[in-house]
Every structure is written in C-alpha cells, then in structure tokens.
C-alpha cells in the first residue's frame, strides 16, 4: 500500500559542486511547462493515489524554492486537486535558506506544509564557498526566525561532515551552531563523492583534499555524542529528532514501505515495482503529452530482494529491524533466512538483538554499510 509521495522539482539558480541529483540551471528553462506536466503526471496516477491512504508529502530537488510564488502555487494547487490530503499527517518541503522569504512560506503554510528541511550543510563560510553554496548563516538565521513566527510545527536543516580540508574544530563549531537554533530536526551525512559532480572531476585530478577516515569516524563520533547531550533522539544513522519530530516521510523508506515519485528522474516504488522516471525534461515532458507515465526503468521487486531490502534499510533506523513483522510480511522466520549473517555480526559486535528487534550497536552505526553488505546477495 503506498503511504508517501514525493515530486522532483530539478530546479537550481546555483548547482552546488558535490550534487549529483538530477538538476538543471534555472535560467531559460521550461519552468512553467513542467509544473504543468508534474500536475498531468498526477492525474496519471490519480487511480492509485485515490486508492492509497497518503501519509506524508515530500517536495525535493533540486531546489523547491527556486520557483516564484505563483509557480509554487500553481504546484500546491495540483497538489491538492489529485493527492487526497485528509490522511496527510506530514508534508515536507526542501528549502535553501536565500530563495525561502517570507511571502514563499505563508503561501506554503496556507497550502497545508507543515515541515520545512533546509540545506543548510556547514556555518563554516568558507567551506559554504567551496560547496558552491550561495547563502550566509544570516539567512539561515532569518529564516528559522521567520518559521517560527509563522508557527510552522517542524524545521530541520541539514548539515554535511568530512567536507574538502574540513578541521574537526570547523565542525564542532557548526554543529554547537546548529544546536543553538533551537529546531526539533537535525540531518547529518558525511560528503559522499558522487561521478558526474564537480567535486568529482576535482578528486579524479587529484586537486581535492578530504579528511580521512580516521578523522570523519571522529567527527561522527562527537555528532552521536553531542546530539544526545542536546536532547535529540537518534532514530536513523544520519538523523536525529527531538520527541515526535521525525520524519515521517523518510521512515516510509527505511519502513520500505511504498511511496509514488512524481517529476523527472523522480524513483517511486508502488505495486511491488521499484521504478525511476526520464530525467531529461524534454523527454519526461514529451511521454507525459502522450498520456504516458515518463517511466524510464521498473523492476519487479522479488521476495527475496524485499527480505534484503528489509534489513538493510531497516537496519538504519535505531530501532532496527522488527523480527516479528519481518516473520509475518515475508512468512518465514528470520532466523531461517538470516540466522547466519545475524550471527556472525553478534559476535563481531556489530548488532545486537533487542526487544524483538536487531539493531545495530554504536560501532556498528560506524561501518553501516560493511554490515548492510551481509544481507545482499
């Protein structure tokens, strides 16, 4: 049954040099187009999301506030005349801290968004500068500000680690600032350096000098530590909530549970079908003027890529993975299936069972992905 929805909006006035979704440069292009075809794109799908109970809306990019307001309206006004809105418990907008002013977020208020997620990535000024980012910590200042008095019930903003020379101090005084802003929501994922990214072509000259492991598993270390001692629950590797505030939206992935994606190069995963839109707009925008969904790949998931899916994805939430729920969803004991795996981690210290769940342990939240890698075949 499929709980969330998200829509791509591939739009940036700024492409930022470690990015490597799926974006264009704002200027001279289709814009409106788009939002026109996002909005025939949903009534595509308008069958199914009438069928669905929708819990959370999540609009990312690219960047969502690259567009005007009238543009945001007109996508808020498509919204809510295809997805069924009285089951929406969340919905999540994507912001960069110079595009989102006053106006933008009253309009997103009135359309119903109750949570806005802010790229926010280091208060460091000079690490802004070598991510390409175009905004200063005044607008980060000014924007939470102006959330609060519009009385948005959840903000979080996320921060990056391990960034090109990025000092262990660098970080610590980012995230003592991030803290002081007094927000229910914080995200925070180590640089991963993606092909086809600037950051990228950099490396592969040899012109880009990261931290190395030892100092980016230290820097993950005072995050855990740090976070606690603000009052923040961990609930996810790289994500942490004060009590009731996290996100919904995100959950129905490492849940894995179905979500329907919406917008070029958008990935959904309804009906058993793991599926990825055309990115290119011309080609996402001439399908949908044909009256066909803008479908690139779709693959049937089988039930054993659903049982590894289960673990490794499941395995990122602190309250890991339910063996109850996994014995009743995939009518076989975990045991049978993973007993192995399960056991060798154990005695490596990297999950324990607990409450009728496996989890991972602190040091196995560490080498996450070396575990995640016992369930794949």
């Not at 070598?130 to 959840?154: C, M, Q, W």
């Not at 598993?217 to 855990?224: C, S, V």
Request: hydrophobic letters at 35%; a negative charge; proline letters at 3%.
């Amino acid at each position: 049954m499929v709980r969330g929805v998200y829509l791509h909006i591939p739009f940036c006035h700024q492409i930022c040099n470690y990015c490597d979704f799926n974006k264009f440069f704002f200027h001279n292009q289709p814009v409106d187009e788009y939002i026109e075809s996002i909005g025939k794109e949903m009534h595509l799908w308008e069958e199914q999301l009438n069928g669905s109970q929708i819990e959370t809306i999540f609009i990312g990019g690219g960047t969502p506030t690259s567009l005007s307001e009238s543009q945001l309206e007109r996508l808020f006004t498509f919204i809510h005349q295809y997805i069924p809105m009285d089951g929406v418990i969340e919905f999540t907008s994507e912001a960069n801290p110079d595009e989102l002013t006053f106006e933008k977020m009253q309009l997103m208020r009135q359309f119903g968004v109750n949570r806005l997620s802010m790229g926010v990535q280091t208060f460091d000024q000079e690490l802004l500068k070598v991510l390409g980012r175009t905004h200063s910590n005044e607008h980060v200042y000014e924007v939470i500000e102006n959330a609060k008095k519009i009385d948005f019930p959840s903000i979080s903003i996320d921060l990056m680690y391990g960034l090109p020379n990025q000092t262990m101090e660098q970080w610590q005084n980012s995230l003592q600032l991030a803290n002081s802003l007094n927000i229910p929501h914080i995200s925070a994922y180590s640089l991963l350096i993606e092909p086809k990214t600037i950051f990228y072509n950099l490396m592969s000259k040899g012109k880009l000098s990261l931290p190395g492991e030892d100092l980016e598993a230290k820097m993950y270390g005072y995050l855990l530590d740090e976070m606690t001692k603000q009052g923040y629950n961990q609930y996810e590797i790289s994500n942490f909530a004060k009590e009731g505030k996290e996100s919904n939206h995100n959950l129905i992935y490492w849940d894995n549970d179905e979500y329907i994606g919406l917008g070029a190069g958008a990935h959904g995963y309804a009906n058993g079908i793991r599926y990825s839109n055309h990115g290119p707009l011309k080609k996402y925008m001439n399908m949908i003027e044909q009256n066909e969904k803008p479908i690139m790949l779709q693959k049937e998931v089988t039930s054993i890529e659903k049982m590894e899916e289960e673990m490794f994805l499941g395995l990122r939430k602190n309250a890991g993975v339910s063996i109850d729920r996994f014995n009743h969803r995939y009518s076989q004991s975990i045991q049978k299936v993973y007993g192995k795996e399960i056991e060798e981690l154990k005695q490596k210290g990297f999950i324990i069972i607990e409450n009728g769940h496996v989890k991972l342990t602190r040091r196995g939240r560490f080498v996450g992905n070396e575990v995640f890698q016992y369930f794949l075949q």
